[in-house]
């Protein structure tokens, strides 16, 4: 009865933000088409520049449906970063994680039904010409497009975002089914049905997620080009998943939590050690990306960068270069900072902050070009989307036992961690065996 | 060398499980013993901390490597061409820390691995040739299936029949054998 209350009230509050969103885009949709027809006008010349529409007002739809997709590319990371964790712990066929993969399996889950309906007023919006240009310029009339125009047409894209995030759903959710399944038989079976659906899985995963942040993010300026966009979010993503699910983790894990009999230092320290290998990875990406782009010089791809170092972007960008790389990465060098709270909280909230810059610095310049411009909707969508997510990812995690209880590989997790202190050998009796 | 062979080098203890070495180490460390090893056939988590060893210093022989290996690149290309035999290419400036970046990168990582490497075995007194251990035939499984604490003779806490007792009794070893220097 609780339970089915809890999933009401989910629903209620979804559709509510769902029909907030709605009657906004009803309001606006006058200035929706306004824009829309001159976009059009403009398509052909479009190519290689940023789309200068003059000044986009606060309140204008184009801005709302830009706020969403940047708060919707931010939490999608942490789906899809979930989803992959839980992928590699069954690729690797991982000890040290079993004790935390519930938590992982949980959050990757959201991605059916809760991101796919999130997702709906993206779609919504991009039809009403107030988010990609290209779903208003004819092919004919622009070069860039005509090549792209497999991908990047209304039908490709209307069908593909939901199909590409309900089967990764689906591959989440199942491998969640069996977990809880093996919670209550213990049969090995689960495991390896995990185990196959990873390794086949993963392949899948890489093109999916690929192909959902071209189609909703790179496509912004469809005339760019960059084979390692796909792989740059990955990295940001998966950095922005780590750090949650360390603090996350650390919080269910304190005296009366469910994690507390399961979670120890070591998992503290290894989530730590992966959050600061993501720190260098995604720098290694993202620098990769500008590195190549830079000394190639071609302008189809150079003006997605130029853009971003007109007026106050270029500060944003530096901000990412310091802000989400040299900072954590100094600060993470020290083995034991990666289990002091007192310093990791601070760096996670910080870590929060640095993804959003990096979502706002891939999508915001294509309707402010003359630099940064915050709004209101961007801290109200980001954080109210989040905030939604997380009590859903609550009310379904406390479905199921906190951790998978008779995976064969928890005792690896669980035992030869907790080493007595000095003198305390005596009681210690023959708890390593 | 008569007399030299008959000088203890340590106690050498035999333990058939990771789990029986590790609840060994536990007791060796608490009864203060310093000059003490454990050799396992393979890494035991966790092994740091039952034997109450502190944090390896190795890490800031690999951060001095690294600091300086990134300078290094960084200064030797601003040097080759930008200073000592300034040249244009692709229309680029003649120095920028972009395209110096890949080769200081490399460079970090190369002089990382050597301070690492280096510094271990600074630490360590490494390169040794020879190890009393070396002699001992039961020793030679410590690569195969079986787990050894050695405590040295030198050791301030070390008596032979005091020790042994210890070994036997406290910590379970199977065997307890005396190897000489």
Redesign the interface.
């Known amino acids: 009865m609780n339970s089915l209350s809890r999933t009401t009230r989910s629903w209620m509050f979804l559709a509510a933000a769902v029909a907030a969103v709605g009657a906004v885009s009803a309001l606006g949709a006058d200035a929706g088409h306004a824009a829309a027809a001159h976009d059009a006008s403009h398509g052909a010349s479009a190519h290689g520049a940023a789309h200068a529409h003059g000044h986009v007002s606060a309140f204008s739809l184009k801005q709302i449906a830009h706020s969403y997709l940047t708060a919707y590319m931010f939490c999608l990371s942490l789906c899809v970063g979930s989803l992959f964790l839980t992928l590699a712990h069954h690729l690797f066929d991982a000890g040290w994680s079993a004790s935390i993969r519930r938590v992982t399996e949980t959050m990757a889950s959201l991605l059916f039904p809760w991101m796919l309906i999130l997702a709906l007023p993206i779609i919504g919006f991009a039809w009403t010409g107030n988010l990609h240009a290209w779903f208003k310029i004819d092919p004919a009339t622009d070069h860039a497009l005509d090549v792209k125009k497999v991908l990047f047409n209304p039908k490709a894209f209307t069908l593909m975002v939901p199909v590409l995030v309900f089967l990764l759903g689906s591959m989440a959710r199942s491998i969640r089914a069996w977990s809880v399944a093996q919670d209550k038989d213990g049969a090995a079976i689960w495991t390896t049905k995990s185990r196959k659906l990873a390794a086949g899985g993963i392949f899948f995963f890489a093109i999916g997620v690929t192909l959902l942040c071209f189609l909703l993010m790179k496509s912004l300026q469809h005339q760019f080009f960059s084979t390692m966009y796909g792989v740059y979010y990955f990295a940001g993503s998966v950095w922005t998943t780590l750090i949650t699910l360390y603090l996350l983790t650390m919080w269910l894990a304190q005296p009366g939590r469910p994690l507390e009999k399961v979670y120890f230092k ?1 998992q503290q320290q290894d989530l730590g050690v992966l959050f600061f290998a993501f720190t260098v990875f995604y720098a290694y990406i993202h ?1 990769s990306q500008y ?1 190549l782009i ?2 190639a ?1 071609i302008p189809e791809e150079t003006f997605w960068y130029v853009l971003r170092e007109v007026g106050s972007w270029k500060w944003v960008g530096m901000t990412i270069l310091f802000g989400h790389f040299f900072v954590p990465f100094l600060i993470l ?1 020290n ?2 900072i990666k289990r002091n709270l007192a310093v990791m909280i601070p760096v996670g909230a910080w870590a929060w902050l640095m993804h959003y810059i990096d979502m706002t610095y891939n999508i915001m310049p294509v309707i402010h070009p003359e630099g940064l411009h915050l709004t209101l909707w961007d801290p109200l969508l980001w954080l109210g989307m989040s905030a939604l997510l997380g009590r859903l990812f609550w009310s379904e995690y406390r479905k199921n036992p906190a951790y998978p209880l008779k995976d064969p590989r928890l005792q690896e997790a669980i035992i ?2 907790e ?2 202190a ?4 005596a009681a ?1 009796g ?1 708890a ?2 | 060398m008569s007399s030299n062979r008959s000088k203890p080098h340590g106690l050498l203890a035999e333990f058939h499980t990771a789990a029986d070495i590790f609840e060994a180490a536990i007791r060796c460390r608490d009864a203060g013993f310093t000059k003490w090893d454990v050799y396992t056939p393979f890494p035991i988590h966790g092994m740091d901390e039952a034997m109450g060893l502190r944090k390896s210093p190795v890490g800031w022989f690999t951060f001095c490597g690294g600091f300086t290996g990134f300078f290094t690149g960084m200064t030797m290309i601003w040097y080759m061409n930008k200073f000592d035999y300034p040249l244009v290419v692709g229309g680029k400036p003649l120095f920028t820390p972009l395209f110096a970046f890949p080769v200081s990168y490399e460079m970090t990582i190369l002089l990382s691995a050597f301070g690492t490497l280096f510094g271990m075995f600074f630490l360590n007194k490494l390169p040794r040739f020879h190890n009393p251990l070396f002699k001992n035939e039961r020793f030679k499984k410590s690569t195969d299936d079986r787990f050894f604490i050695c405590i040295e003779a030198a050791d301030p806490k070390f008596g032979l029949e005091a020790t042994r007792a210890f070994l036997t009794e406290k910590c379970h070893a199977s065997v307890v054998e005396l190897v000489e220097d």
């Open positions: 070591r620098f590195f830079w000394n010089a060098l083995q034991d030869h961690h080493v007595p000095p003198g305390a050998a210690h023959h390593a065996h």
